[in-house]
């Protein structure tokens, strides 16, 4: 973490162990909600629907890809990206949290972490190749996809998910919701 010092990634201030042995860490507070409370909320109440347009999730969702480049620029993967792990704090500013599964570009992974409606398909079913940022990119697809449709691409378990995303695509976004632009 301490080579992503980017202002959507929260500093950690300090780490040590409490006196029984448990670790701990600070880290800067952030007032707001998860952009999964956001979508909830927002299908749910037409007020939050009316103040969240989606030109304005739009804007959060590309500073959610700004970030994430910034990661991969310094070859750091997520690798859990998903609604609940972006913040939305005052003034719309966004932060990419829980980087606890992060790993360099090139890792190799042979056991399933994350969460399965947002996980590449060869993080669900390791390949024992060397991961890049096309699985954090595939999670940003699968979160674009629940912006824009209210519910992610695929949905289940993990063997529930990678089978239908090798059934194939999901369904159109121009099926699910025909007003999507």
Not at 80 to 92: A, F, I, R, S, T
Request: one cysteine or more; glycine letters at 8%; aromatic letters at 6%.
């Amino acid at each position: 973490m301490a080579r992503l010092q980017h202002p959507g990634i929260l500093p950690i201030y300090d780490v040590g162990e409490l006196a029984d042995g448990r670790p701990y860490f600070t880290m800067q507070e952030v007032r707001g909600q998860n952009l999964g409370q956001l979508l909830h909320h927002r299908q749910i109440d037409d007020t939050k629907a009316n103040e969240w347009p989606l030109p304005r999730l739009l804007g959060v969702f590309r500073q959610v890809c700004a970030i994430v480049a910034f990661a991969h620029s310094r070859q750091t993967l997520h690798l859990d990206l998903k609604p609940e792990n972006l913040l939305v704090g005052e003034q719309d500013a966004v932060y990419v949290v829980d980087w606890g599964l992060s790993e360099d570009v090139g890792a190799l992974r042979t056991d399933t972490l994350g969460t399965p409606a947002f996980l590449a398909p060869e993080q669900i079913e390791p390949t024992g190749q060397a991961l890049d940022s096309r699985v954090d990119v595939y999670a940003l697809g699968a979160i674009l996809y629940q912006l824009l449709s209210g519910s992610p691409p695929y949905t289940g378990s993990p063997a529930e998910v990678l089978e239908q995303a090798q059934r194939g695509a999901p369904t159109p976004l121009q099926v699910r919701v025909p007003s999507t632009p």
